[in-house]
């Protein structure tokens, strides 16, 4: 059973409606970035009508890999599908068509693909005035980056993410979750809302743009403000340390059996581990007095901590500084998280049963509207399934249409 998302809030305020309902977007994005975007919309109560190309989108095709299908299903529950070839003039009548009729337009082409298909903002804005016309793409529709292909580990390569990350003395590394793309799309949604708001006081549509480059950039700060601390020099990569090393201890640090990270945020949080280490010899140790104390001997605090912790089993530990207030967490495989029993408890996680990948794990939205439902996760569809349903419910378009349409290969 979903639980709702007001256990909190006094009845009388259950049973509103999710705040997107009555939205329709219409959905051209593809992979992580706009499907993201798109998924929180339904998730929020919107109507998403997904458009795919011939043959499906780069994400669905990648299914024909082992494990591959599960990030399309993840991102693409509870939206409508329809393949539709936008380079056939009848399916660019058709997306005219839905534009007229949506709120909203999401698309993560590059820069200039629409508008040489001549379904651009401005087209389609012609159209329907009230249009919120939303993309994004690596680096922007402006700049001398703009025309630069763009995927999640080019723009985590070119927004320095890659250079702070993995340890000092071995080659960069990737973060490991696709983190510029989902960055892009988080922000991307956060447009989509703003503007549907302004859109209620000036009836006017407008639109709006996320270039994965920029949505990173603020999360790097830590490590800016090395840099701009040691007076705009390449601090070193840091490896489980703190980012700009201002915080000790803060690592990961080896159990019997895995890892557990702590983190100590000031005197309290390091003596309250002292406390738990049975330490308390160290309090006066004007090695560690302070946090710049701490940050200069960081070295000699790993050591200490480490062969404290070798001696534990992980769990064991994480119970043992949780009662101590100690800020850690035992370092999990994925099949924990995929398992974890809190997820699953608030409801963000939830077992589905996938017509074509069968039994599978998927996620809701982060994001909890108090005093509505959430709304039940329904399985991504197959390529198209809903054309008939789009065309003649909400075009109405006779089925004879949608037949010769079909034949065409136009959808």
Known sequence: MVPSQDEAAPAAAAGRPLPLEGVTIVDLSQIYNGPYATFLCAMAGATVIKI?????????????????????????????SLQLDLKSEEGKTILRELATKADVLVENFAPGVMERLSIGCDALQRLNPRLIYAQSSGYGSSGPYRDYP?????????????????????????AGPALCDFFAGTHLYGAIVTALYERERT?????????????????????LGLHFGTGGNMPPRT????????????????????????????????????AAMGRDDLAGDPRFAT???????????????????????????????????????????????VNDVHLHERGFLQHQDHPELGPIVVQHSPLRFVGSEMR???????????????????????????????KAKVI
């Open 239 to 274: 490896g489980n340390r703190h980012g700009g090393l201002a915080e000790a201890p803060y690592n990961v640090y080896p159990t019997r059996d895995g890892y557990i990270a702590v983190i100590c945020v000031g005197d309290v949080h390091w003596r309250s581990l002292l």
């Open 291 to 337: 946090l710049k104390d701490r940050v200069a001997h960081v070295d000699e605090i790993d050591r200490v901590v480490s062969a404290w912790t070798s001696g534990f089993d992980k769990e064991a530990l994480f119970g043992l500084l949780q009662r101590h207030r100690v800020p850690c967490a035992p370092v999990r495989e994925l099949d924990e998280v």
């Open 52 to 80: 795919e190309p011939p043959g499906g989108e780069s994400l669905r095709r990648r299914g024909v890999v082992g494990g591959a299908a599960l990030p399309f299903a993840m991102l693409n529950g509870c939206k409508q």
């Open 376 to 406: 039940p996760l329904e399985p991504s569809r197959p390529l198209g399934a809903d054309a008939d349903a789009i065309l003649e419910e909400r075009l109405g378009r006779d089925p004879a249409a949608s037949d010769a349409l079909r």
């Open 150 to 174: 763009a995927m999640d580990l080019t723009v985590q390569a070119m927004a320095g993410v890659m250079s702070i990350t993995g340890f000092p003395d071995r080659p960069p590394v990737k």
């Open 203 to 223: 009836g006017v549509g407008r639109r709006v743009e996320v270039a994965m480059l920029d949505a990173v950039y603020a999360s790097l700060s830590s490590s």
